[in-house]
Nanobody, 111 residues
């Protein structure tokens, strides 16, 4: 299993970023996927999840109505569209399937 995140970077408060996670080594179209994040000095926390079909989405309260998770089963990729970013969104964002995690991509929100 390989999960490779990309799309992180520096954003201003109120700005937007779109993260991607390219997956391989398993049957992607049958797998529920999720995003989590770990901020500086904090434990990793759940951000969002999407069912294998894409019909069900789940969000942490802290990101609801600002972040959107999606997937493209033809490309074996999930996405996390992040809008109205806040400094407290600063973290390393990682994607997950079952017990596997990607290496993460850094998101920094600062003016």
């Amino acid at each position: 299993v390989q999960l490779v995140e990309s799309g992180g970077g520096l954003a201003q408060p109120g700005g937007s970023l779109r993260l991607s996670c390219a997956a391989s080594g398993f049957t992607f179209s049958s797998a529920d996927m999720s995003w989590a994040r770990q901020g500086p000095g904090k434990e990793r926390e759940f951000v969002a999840a999407i069912s294998w079909s894409g019909r069900e989405e789940y969000y942490a309260d802290s990101v609801k109505d600002r972040f959107t998770i999606s997937r493209d089963n033809a490309k074996n990729t999930i996405y996390l569209a992040m809008n109205s970013l806040k400094p407290e969104d600063t973290a390393v964002y990682s994607c997950n399937v079952q017990f596997y995690w990607g290496q993460g991509t850094q998101v920094t929100v600062s003016s």
